[in-house]
């Protein structure tokens, strides 16, 4: 089995590889190491034959996939735990995640997910893998796509980001919330979301990663 570290590295890659070319650099962003480390690391993973390296791009192979989807599970149901039993932020919970994951075997990880009643989510809104590894599309659209007076409802938000987690958590940005897009400023400016009645200014950065579904039933 591939130590933590490089698990931590084979679940970025795939994280990443979702929103096109994975390049060392985003890599190194997201861990937070240096140029050289994260090369180093690479070549670990090219000689245990868990990646591929082409053009300067990082693509996981076939085992390389499957170790990253089960590390994916084991850090949703964990941050599930951390929120839904423990209480913990969902701020904080994929901190905390992240350190459980590696630990969890699979006789504990079936154990929490029988628990939990075999969540299809974690607290963010990102699809739990299951148990022979597929993952369930979240099919929507990015909030900043949204027409003026759009009204939607949140289905994902990103996880990995704290600062940001703590931004929506303080609004009621949450996964279910209905939001309406009051304003769409000109030329990549931010948005003015309304939300629980509520107006607040919304980055257009946040708001192309964050994924919604247009609201129905209203009048």
Same mark, same amino acid.
């Given at each position: 089995?591939?130590?933590?570290?490089?698990?931590?590295?084979?679940?970025? !890659?795939?994280? +990443?590889?979702?929103?096109?070319?994975?390049? &060392?650099?985003? !890599?190194?962003?997201?861990?937070?190491?240096?140029?050289?480390?994260?090369?180093?690391?690479?070549?670990?993973?090219?000689?245990?034959?868990?990646?591929?390296?082409?053009?300067?791009?990082?693509? +996981?192979?076939?085992?390389?996939?499957?170790?990253?989807?089960? $590390?994916?599970?084991?850090?949703?149901?964990?941050?599930?735990?951390?929120?839904?039993?423990?209480? !913990?932020?969902?701020?904080?919970?994929?901190?905390?995640?992240?350190?459980?994951?590696?630990?969890?075997?699979?006789?504990?990880?079936?154990?929490?997910?029988?628990?939990?009643?075999?969540?299809?989510?974690? &607290?963010?809104?990102? &699809? !739990?893998?299951?148990?022979?590894? #597929? $993952?369930?599309?979240?099919?929507?659209? +990015?909030?900043?796509?949204?027409?003026?007076?759009?009204?939607?409802?949140?289905?994902?938000?990103?996880?990995?980001?704290?600062?940001?987690?703590?931004?929506?958590?303080?609004?009621?940005?949450?996964?279910?919330?209905?939001?309406?897009?009051?304003?769409?400023?000109?030329?990549?400016? &931010? +948005?003015?979301?309304?939300?629980?009645?509520?107006?607040?200014?919304?980055?257009?950065?946040? #708001?192309?990663?964050?994924?919604?579904?247009?609201?129905?039933?209203?009048?």
């Amino acid at each position: 089995m591939p130590t933590p570290t490089l698990e931590e590295y084979l679940e970025v !890659i795939y994280k +990443l590889s979702e929103r096109g070319q994975v390049r &060392p650099t985003p !890599i190194a962003e997201q861990l937070g190491v240096s140029g050289p480390t994260v090369t180093a690391t690479l070549k670990r993973l090219e000689s245990r034959g868990l990646i591929t390296r082409s053009n300067g791009g990082v693509v +996981l192979t076939g085992e390389g996939t499957t170790i990253a989807v089960d $590390i994916i599970r084991r850090h949703r149901i964990a941050e599930r735990f951390l929120v839904d039993v423990l209480g !913990i932020k969902w701020d904080d919970a994929h901190e905390d995640a992240c350190a459980l994951e590696h630990a969890l075997s699979p006789r504990v990880l079936h154990a929490l997910q029988e628990f939990l009643d075999s969540p299809e989510f974690c &607290p963010h809104g990102h &699809p !739990i893998p299951d148990a022979l590894g #597929a $993952i369930k599309k979240v099919e929507g659209r +990015l909030l900043s796509d949204v027409d003026r007076g759009g009204a939607t409802r949140i289905l994902q938000v990103p996880e990995d980001d704290d600062a940001m987690l703590t931004y929506l958590g303080s609004i009621g940005m949450y996964p279910g919330t209905e939001v309406i897009v009051s304003e769409v400023a000109p030329f990549k400016g &931010p +948005l003015l979301v309304e939300v629980n009645g509520v107006t607040h200014a919304l980055g257009r950065d946040v #708001a192309e990663r964050i994924v919604v579904e247009l609201a129905t039933g209203r009048p």
